[in-house]
């Protein structure tokens, strides 16, 4: 997984757009059945006079990022602000919720094994090739005679050590917690531990100087979602069994990540970039759901279990190739190959599982689910507005923004049925994915409506020719 840089772009000098995509019903759903407590952050002096009167479409000259997140606490009463602007546009590259490095790297025997697994492969490729063209002709054709003669020992043996890997892939599946999917796992959980350990004082090295105090209310906003969550989610071992830990880093970035030892990163600019606390608990949601899935420790083991067997094709190329230069590209292209069949779907893959029970998570929580894929539709519009060009699927770690949100899409009546069961109060509001889509249609058609306008004011403002008649 990797953690993008973003860049936010105004439409018009400093004015912003933003979509209501809830209402104060929905909201005060959201608030039943003991949820007041999510997010009763304490008011302040500093935060008191935040809420403003907003319509459905709220053009600012600038709303800070505390108005934001003062608009995303729940009041004492247990309501949102009556009028909500949901979302400011932004101009997201692409939205990764994912630290740029693996959430847990590979231990670091392997790590430093690696690059001399390599190495020593490329020099026995090599090896084997001069070896081959220093032989005599006489020589490499009895050698040749000797392996038609021995073809079927030859085969024996590979066949042999392609059933031990077979046998060392099947001997090391494991169930994956909640949806029991088989999954490669080769290390184990305390390694894993210790790494993350390692990784987490990394990241606060890092961010030593842009940590948020306890006491700010982002952070506190943030820290009663994962509470929330956790606490709704308690009957799963995998989320009791760990400490959750936040940190909110004051960083522009839209991103947020969780480490497998439950230490939460979040940064002030996915608090800027979501609509409201459902969006922001089904993010909070997914990034969990990877540390209680293990999917770190999956990762690694399969690009270990690849890169173990890469060796030999690596072995092979450098062996059969006439000459260096051309062993280089056919290494490179192995590489790509290997890239973008198995480590880029496969990431792919586990996306979309973060996703689904990230979903259920937010469910259990009685969040409002249909929230989730609204977001998405965001930031696939935020895209479309700044004019970047849509790379294909296959290219990205990540599912495209659109077919994840199709995907959630597909999602949301099953995760309905399991906030039905918690016995979460009723979404009684409308639709978010409705009012978005009719602001969407909004948006176009004032856009025609300008443009039209504009074209009528250019054609005023030529000078009219008068040709004489003939």
Request: net charge positive; with cysteine; proline share 6%.
């Amino acid at each position: 997984c990797t953690r993008d840089r973003y860049q936010r772009l105004d439409l018009s000098g400093n004015t912003r757009i933003c979509f209501l995509t809830g209402s104060p019903d929905s909201c005060r759903n959201f608030t039943g059945k003991g949820l007041r407590c999510i997010l009763n952050v304490p008011n302040t002096e500093v935060y008191k006079n935040a809420h403003h009167s907003l319509g459905r479409f709220c053009f600012q000259s600038s709303w800070p990022l505390r108005e934001k997140i003062t608009s995303l606490q729940i009041s004492s009463a247990g309501q949102f602000p009556r009028h909500f602007c949901s979302w400011n546009i932004q101009i997201i590259r692409s939205f990764r919720a994912s630290p740029s490095l693996q959430a847990a790297p590979v231990p670091l025997f392997w790590i430093i094994v690696k690059p001399a697994q390599k190495l020593f492969a490329i020099i026995l490729g090599r090896s084997i090739r001069n070896w081959w063209k220093a032989l005599p002709p006489n020589k490499r054709e009895l050698f040749k005679e000797s392996a038609r003669k021995n073809k079927w020992k030859i085969l024996l043996g590979v066949s042999s050590l392609g059933v031990l890997f077979v046998m060392f892939y099947f001997t090391h599946l494991e169930e994956t917690p909640i949806t029991g999917r088989a999954r490669l796992l080769v290390f184990g959980k305390e390694h894993f531990r210790e790494l993350s350990q390692m990784e987490y004082d990394m990241w606060m090295e890092e961010f030593k100087s842009k940590m948020l105090p306890e006491t700010d209310a982002r952070y506190l906003v943030v820290e009663r979602v994962v509470g929330h969550l956790s606490e709704s989610n308690k009957d799963i071992p995998q989320v009791s069994a760990l400490e959750w830990v936040i940190h909110v880093v004051d960083e522009p970035g839209v991103n947020a990540f969780v480490l497998p030892n439950g230490q939460v990163f979040v940064f002030t600019g996915l608090l800027n970039a979501v609509s409201d606390i459902h969006q922001l608990s089904f993010i909070l949601g997914h990034e969990i759901a990877h540390a209680v899935l293990e999917h770190a420790a999956e990762k690694a083991s399969l690009v270990h279990f690849l890169d173990f067997l890469s060796l030999i094709f690596l072995t092979l190329i450098w062996a059969i190739c006439p000459r260096d230069s051309l062993a280089v590209v056919a290494q490179w292209i192995q590489s790509k190959l290997k890239e973008f069949m198995f480590d880029r779907p496969y990431s792919r893959t586990l996306e979309a599982e973060a996703d689904k029970v990230g979903l259920q998570f937010a469910a259990k929580a009685c969040v409002d689910v249909r929230a989730s894929s609204v977001f998405w539709q965001q930031m696939e519009l935020a895209e479309t507005i700044q004019g970047q060009p849509k790379l294909p699927e296959w290219l990205s770690t990540h599912p495209s923004h659109e077919n994840r949100a199709e995907h959630l899409d597909r999602l949301i009546p099953e995760a309905l049925k399991i906030r039905e069961s918690c016995n979460c109060p009723s979404l009684s509001g409308p639709d978010p994915r409705l009012i978005f889509k009719l602001n969407m249609q909004h948006l176009l058609e004032s856009s025609k409506d300008q443009e039209t306008s504009n074209s009528t004011k250019r054609d005023l403002s030529k000078p009219k020719l008068d040709f004489p008649h003939t």
